[in-house]
């Protein structure tokens, strides 16, 4: 469900975290453990600034990097591995009816659109609409309320209204 560079963000974050946490709990007036956390702190600024680099694709503090925001969740996403396979569809329903390929640009589009998403979002979107499953069971899986998954849903679904609308005005 998660892309390779969503699970390596949340990584990095965790590891962030427990390291705050170890930094907090270090005795300021102990000098062994004063120079100890110049290193964790060290290490906290390192994960800080690999996460920056991470979620948007720039270097932080740097004006000449990779433009685009999310742009390893972005390359991830136009592979397109989080659709469900379309084989069952062709062995029950009459390929004739449906558009069943995307081009290269719908998958540039819908990529975009995807990374527009909130982690959130993109998780509740997609196990709702792609693969066809209840709001209660997304709530059950991903450990949050009913209410936090609609929300998810309807607020993606404004962002592709927007898309969309957005799109319509240029290409009219």
Same mark, same amino acid.
């Given at each position: 469900?998660?892309?390779?560079?969503?699970?390596?963000?949340?990584?990095?974050?965790?590891?962030?975290?427990?390291?705050?946490?170890?930094?907090?709990?270090?005795?300021?007036?102990?000098?062994?453990?004063?120079?100890?956390?110049?290193?964790?702190?060290?290490?906290?600024?390192?994960?800080?600034?690999?996460?920056?680099?991470?979620?948007?694709?720039?270097?932080?503090?740097?004006?000449?990097?990779?433009?685009?925001?999310?742009?390893?969740?972005?390359?991830?996403?136009?592979?397109?591995?989080?659709?469900?396979?379309?084989?069952?569809?062709?062995?029950?329903?009459?390929?004739?009816?449906?558009?069943?390929?995307?081009?290269?640009?719908?998958?540039?589009?819908?990529?975009?659109?995807?990374?527009?998403?909130?982690?959130?979002?993109?998780?509740?979107?997609?196990?709702? $609409?792609?693969?066809?499953?209840?709001?209660?069971?997304?709530?059950?899986?991903?450990? $949050? =309320?009913?209410?936090? $998954?609609?929300?998810?849903?309807?607020?993606?679904?404004?962002?592709?209204?927007?898309?969309?609308?957005?799109? =319509?005005?240029?290409?009219?």
């Amino acid at each position: 469900m998660l892309s390779w560079a969503d699970k390596l963000i949340q990584e990095y974050t965790t590891g962030r975290q427990d390291l705050i946490r170890r930094a907090d709990t270090i005795d300021r007036n102990n000098p062994v453990e004063r120079e100890d956390l110049k290193h964790i702190n060290s290490m906290i600024e390192s994960m800080t600034f690999s996460l920056d680099w991470m979620k948007t694709g720039r270097q932080p503090g740097t004006y000449r990097g990779a433009d685009e925001k999310a742009v390893y969740q972005r390359r991830s996403y136009e592979n397109i591995d989080l659709i469900p396979d379309i084989a069952e569809q062709l062995e029950t329903e009459d390929i004739n009816k449906k558009h069943l390929y995307m081009t290269r640009e719908e998958k540039i589009i819908l990529a975009d659109i995807l990374s527009s998403f909130s982690l959130r979002e993109r998780q509740c979107y997609i196990l709702h $609409v792609a693969q066809k499953r209840s709001m209660s069971d997304i709530a059950n899986e991903l450990g $949050v =309320s009913k209410s936090m $998954v609609q929300q998810s849903i309807r607020r993606a679904k404004a962002k592709i209204k927007e898309r969309v609308e957005k799109d =319509s005005v240029i290409y009219a």
